[in-house]
């Protein structure tokens, strides 16, 4: 029964990656397709400031498609979670979302805690790297592996 619920888990896995893979290339083909379009819209080449923040943020929409396919990738390699990778896609999500942002139409409570979000998060990564490799497993013989660490000792 545990090896059924395995496989199930594996075609997941795979079936996610193969999903996230179509949505970064069509993200990627939207993003060139938008900076083509704009470029050629525009007076003298040059993009405008609410068409430059909007490519700003496709852009790190793929980033983070990225980060999460690298974060689906190794778990299904190594059957954990590397908190890090999970840390700086949040990361990548606020600074996205700071990019995009049109800061004179939000109220200053909701600047805040953006912000506190922001030092959060940065202060998590900080300490998880400060602490090394930080990794969360369903499986406890794939973590002491990865963090080097006996089955006895977990």
Excluded: C, P, W
Excluded at 9 to 14: E, F, H, R, S, T
Excluded at 105 to 124: C, E, M, R
């Amino acid at each position: 029964m545990k090896k059924a619920g395995s496989i199930i888990q594996k075609g997941i896995i795979y079936t996610l990656i193969v999903l996230m893979s179509g949505v970064l290339i069509l993200a990627t083909i939207e993003l060139g397709y938008y900076l083509v379009k704009s470029v050629i819209e525009s007076e003298f080449a040059l993009i405008n400031l609410d068409q430059l923040m909007d490519l700003f943020g496709v852009f790190m929409l793929v980033l983070i498609g990225i980060e999460l396919l690298d974060t689906i990738k190794v778990y299904l390699k190594e059957n954990v979670v590397h908190v890090e990778v999970v840390v700086l896609v949040a990361i990548i999500a606020v600074a996205r979302k700071v990019v995009v942002l049109k800061i004179e139409l939000i109220d200053g409570v909701t600047i805040i805690g953006i912000a506190f979000i922001i030092v959060a998060l940065s202060v998590a990564y900080y300490f998880i790297k400060k602490a090394g490799l930080m990794v969360y497993s369903f499986d406890e013989k794939a973590a002491a592996k990865i963090t080097g660490k006996d089955e006895e000792t977990t």
